[in-house]
């Protein structure tokens, strides 16, 4: 299945005057990392948040924000006072007071200064089975958005790949009609060499045959294409699989690539070298359109 990890969804849901707001967005990463970032009066649901998502996405790395609020703004937050510490400040204040006979008087500003003697403190519904089935929902329904995205980027993905496949198996198709080519001009090169070197004396063509023939073993590329060809049909496979297939796709890239590589190593035939430079190239390009499937 060729779903991307690239996504983004958004639900809310309206109950008893509140609103939950859930944005879920995703990104491409090698395993799989949430995060939930919500209300800390309800930190207690994080893990079975977590769990639900584990349970529709293999991998990618998950942001989830979450939000509560009143639909009326300023009944949103309540100011409360620490009358406790405001009689200890007063208190402390009037000692000093009285032991450096001092004269100055108390101020609002005074007390605004005081740190955390005026908190603000959110207006947020009790927590119960009604509210959490509510972040639940709207959770799903925000999962649901992603994932709709994920499929479709990653339609767009899979024609893209199924593509430069085809493209690398009409290389493949070419340098394997080239083999026999190759091999026949290395051989007219080496005797041209040789009668250079000989000038006058007169070539041994059998040992000729015999040199061209190791020279052409040494160069045999032969179990390098069928297992290229072996690769691409894998490819065809994972395309019709309904499960992820990134990591597997992301091996088969590393073994057709070392393929790619050898042929080149081997082949000292220009027209196959700069075959070998077309189908690395859409190897790369392969591999970064790989990086972003689950």
């Known amino acids: 299945m060729f779903q991307s990890m690239t996504g983004f969804g958004q639900a809310i849901r309206l109950f008893e005057g509140y609103q939950i707001q859930i944005d879920v967005k995703s990104v491409n990463h090698r395993y799989r990392e949430i995060i939930v ?3 800390r009066e309800w930190l207690s ?3 079975s948040l977590k769990a639900m998502i584990q349970k529709r996405i ?3 790395r998950v942001e989830v924000f979450m939000t509560i609020e009143h639909q009326e703004s300023n009944a949103d937050h309540q100011l409360e006072i620490d009358w406790s510490l405001a009689d200890r400040y007063v208190q402390a204040v009037n000692q000093l007071k009285d032991r450096y006979q001092l004269q100055d008087s108390l101020s609002i500003k005074d007390f605004l200064a005081i ?3 005026i908190t603000s403190t959110r207006n947020l519904p009790d927590q119960n089975d009604f509210v959490n089935q509510q972040i639940s929902e709207c ?5 649901n958005q992603l994932l709709e995205m994920r499929k479709r980027e990653g339609s767009y993905l899979r024609e893209d790949v199924m593509k430069r496949v085809t493209v690398m198996r009409q290389h493949h198709l070419q340098i394997q009609s080239m083999t026999s080519t190759a ?3 290395m051989r007219e090169k080496l005797h041209q060499r040789i009668q250079e070197i000989l000038t006058q004396k007169q070539l041994d063509e059998t040992r000729l045959t015999m040199e061209v023939a190791l020279l052409a073993e040494r160069a045999n590329i032969d ?4 297992r290229l060809l072996s690769h691409f049909d894998q490819c065809n496979t994972l395309f019709e699989q309904n499960e992820p297939v990134g990591r597997k796709f992301d091996f088969l890239i590393q073994e057709m690539n070392r ?3 050898t042929i080149g190593s081997k082949s000292n035939f220009t027209e196959i070298t700069n075959k070998v430079v077309e189908m690395k190239a859409e190897l790369e390009k392969i591999r970064e359109q790989v990086q972003n499937i689950q």
């Not at 959770?139 to 999962?143: F, G, I, M, P, S």
């Open 45 to 47: 649901l994080e893990e």
């Open 58 to 60: 293999q991998r990618g």
């Open 259 to 261: 393929e790619v590589n």
């Open 139 to 143: 959770l799903e329904d925000a999962l």
């Open 37 to 39: 970032r919500m209300p």
């Open 115 to 117: 740190p955390e003697l």
């Open 223 to 226: 179990e390098e294409l069928t």
């Open 183 to 185: 091999v026949e001009q």
